[in-house]
């Protein structure tokens, strides 16, 4: 991984590891975070050679298509798990918003995580 990702990693790392429950594991570039063995985030680096750093998360039915029309420079569909409903969020164009990251990442944990847990969660962001 270049130096210049790892900070980026980290970020997302922080994040994900916030949520109750999740797992993190490393594959080269790449993060997995989990939450009872269902995955909600990917962060990809370099990506099957696409040049992209980002983070993926599942989307709402139809949300990622909407997301990427309306932003098509932050948001775009990666390969493989696109079409399968996920969204990428662009980390290598400027200034990252990292608000926008947790909101993506916490909305896909809520989708797969256990009730007990997506609760705790609703609980503190309410």
Not at 74 to 100: Q, T
């Amino acid at each position: 991984m270049k130096k210049a990702e790892e900070p980026r990693l980290t970020r997302v790392a922080a994040i994900c590891l916030a949520l109750p429950g999740v797992v993190r594991a490393d594959m080269g570039s790449h993060g997995q975070f989990t939450v009872r063995k269902k995955v909600f985030a990917y962060f990809l680096n370099d990506h099957h050679g696409d040049g992209i750093v980002s983070v993926c998360a599942r989307a709402f039915p139809g949300e990622n298509k909407k997301l990427i029309e309306a932003h098509p420079k932050k948001f775009y569909l990666p390969a493989y798990i696109g079409p399968r409903g996920w969204v990428g969020l662009r980390l290598d164009r400027g200034k990252v918003d990292w608000d926008e990251v947790r909101d993506l990442v916490t909305a896909s944990y809520l989708q797969v995580a256990p009730k007990k847990l997506a609760v705790q969660v609703e609980a503190s962001i309410s």
